[in-house]
DNA sequence: TTCGATACCGAACGAACGTTCGGCCTGTCA
DNA sequence: TGACAGGCCGAACGTTCGTTCGGTATCGAA
């Protein structure tokens, strides 16, 4: 008897790259198990050996494309809060912070696009339960870089309101998430180079005062 | 005998903006016609009445959504070079150039969400006359906010190579249409505010010169 | 040498898909 | 009054979908 995948075995990296590479041009639902089979090399039916059923192979794609990245930027917070009894003063230890994060960001996104791309388009076609625990880890690395923006602005400039740093922290991944939809190595050079302008970009946009007719709250 | 709808009588509004509700939600290919049917109220076979295939619905909503936002952008651009035969000064009026289109931009955004989201899952689904159709109008959309970069950066700092602007464009294009993916209107304001911060954060951000190391090209 | 688990397959299932067809109303205009 | 076109159906077409089932080849442990 087949074992349906409870997790057991770990399903093989070559299918879940292979698949986010058809979903990531076609969709979720523009992307059929038969496709997979095809490009993976394998029997429609030897599929569900490593999978209960397509959903949580989308689930399966997510998870371990996500998981990386989120435990990098959980190990650069920890550093920057056990550097912290502060000797060291927090103006750079933040900027610090914030530019390694997006760095961290860039450079995982960079050689990770199919599974990036993959990723935006949301957890919608998710059973209830891996969406949710999709969008916990979504959460806490959201998280991570809103804590990142405030202690940068707080140790700059006259404290911001909550929702103002969630805004500024949208904006970046604005800038930074969208260049799934342009970037290319040759056009564009590594995304080394691009990381730090978009550092640049952000840290010098964000310190701005907005006039205080338009102040919000 | 029915006549296919060749962009003959227009299609109604009502089927455009619902289908675009549901697309922006479950995706194209994750949106059946009989959804649609159901929740336009009309039969399965009468949505055939009002265009010729699933496909060309797809392009209607993206061209319909898309053209008077182009519009818009292209009487913006041209009001700043009728007033260009330089008495006033290039400064302020490449700034209102860019903080116009930023307003444009997100205006319309923040009303049409749903159009706006089918437009951004892409052409890959659509044939490629249409898809090239769409890609076209991105394009001179897009030329217009490189071209507005451009004057911006050129009144006050050295000038940026051409690539330089054409990746800022694209940084400001994250930040505007990152928001489909967070804005709510009770959280985060009306769109007008958001504008605003977001080219203040662009224009501050946008002057600092990278270091000459890190200098492309 | 037997055993059981693992990895895989061909063939088929019922359901859902996009699309088509013939016909039915309800106006308008001659 | 009759002809006709536009807007809209119900029912069905052939295809593709995700998934299941019974079976086979391989292989290390007993």
Redesign the interface.
Known sequence: MDTPALASQPCPDDILAQSAALMS??????TSMRDLARTTGRSLSGLYHHFANKEELLYLINERGFSPLLANAERLRGEYRSGNGRPVAAGPASAALLCDLIGSHLGYFGSHLNEMRVLM?GT??MSSAHGQAIRQLKERYTEIFNFAVGQYIEARREAATA?EIE??T??L???????FG?YSLD???PVE??A???Y?????????L?PAA?R?E
Chains 1, 2 share one sequence.
Request: charged fraction near 20%.
């Open positions: 041009s076609q969709g979720y639902h523009g388009f919608q076609p929702t805004r500024k949208y904006l991944f604005g800038m930074m998430n969208w260049i342009w056009e564009h050079g180079a691009l730090e302008e978009i640049t970009t952000f840290t010098k946009g964000c310190l701005a907005r338009a919000d």
